[in-house]
């Protein structure tokens, strides 16, 4: 608190003997000495300062307008590339479709030729079967009745108590078995 009474008695003081804008103001001299000093600078900043300073901003704008219009280039171009590889994955895609068609196309071809090849081998068998089956048939027919025949035989033997003529008795049945099968 004792400081800032000091400065204001001072400040007082200073008023009373004759003002301080003596102080603030620079004297005549210094002022025309500097206002010609202020002039020489802007002249000499006018005359060679500022035409280097805008030959170099516009040698700087010149160059910044080149690299965007070399960018503008180069991004048309990548639009290109990339339009380009586009196309390419498209027609890749299709390919890569028409293989898998192709394929598939093959794939049931082979099938069905399998199919067809397994049903003809299904009937060959059928047929190998048949026949086997009618031959079998036909044996076991064969056997029956040559059974049925000597079992006829052997009874009549036995009803009769004499042994008879086998072959023209075989005969005999055979022909009567023949005819009971034409009746069914």
Avoid: C
Avoid at 39 to 52: D, E, N
Avoid at 115 to 122: F, P
Avoid at 123 to 152: H, K, N, T
Wanted: avoid cysteine; glycine fraction near 6%; charged fraction near 30%.
């Amino acid at each position: 608190m004792h400081f800032l009474s000091s400065a204001l008695i001072l400040a007082t003081e200073e008023a009373e003997e004759g003002g301080g804008a003596d102080l603030l103001l620079p004297h005549r001299d210094e002022l025309i000495a500097g206002i010609a000093a202020a002039i020489i600078i802007y002249i000499f900043v006018r005359r060679w300062v500022l035409p280097t300073v805008n030959a170099t901003l516009e040698k700087r704008q010149a160059a910044i307008k080149a690299e965007y219009a070399a960018a503008e280039a180069q991004k048309a171009e990548a639009s290109g590339v990339l339009a380009d590889y586009h196309q390419q994955l498209a027609g890749a895609r299709d390919e890569a479709n028409r293989i898998v068609e192709e394929a598939r196309q093959a794939g049931e071809a082979v099938r069905a030729d399998i199919v067809a090849r397994a049903e003809q081998e299904a009937e060959v068998i059928r047929a190998r079967a048949q026949e086997e089956l009618a031959g079998e048939r036909e044996r076991a027919v064969g056997a029956m009745r040559r059974s049925v025949a000597d079992l006829s035989l052997d009874v009549a033997e036995r009803v009769i108590g004499a042994e008879l003529d086998r072959k023209a008795q075989q005969a005999l049945v055979e022909r009567y078995i023949d005819e009971l099968g034409g009746v069914s």
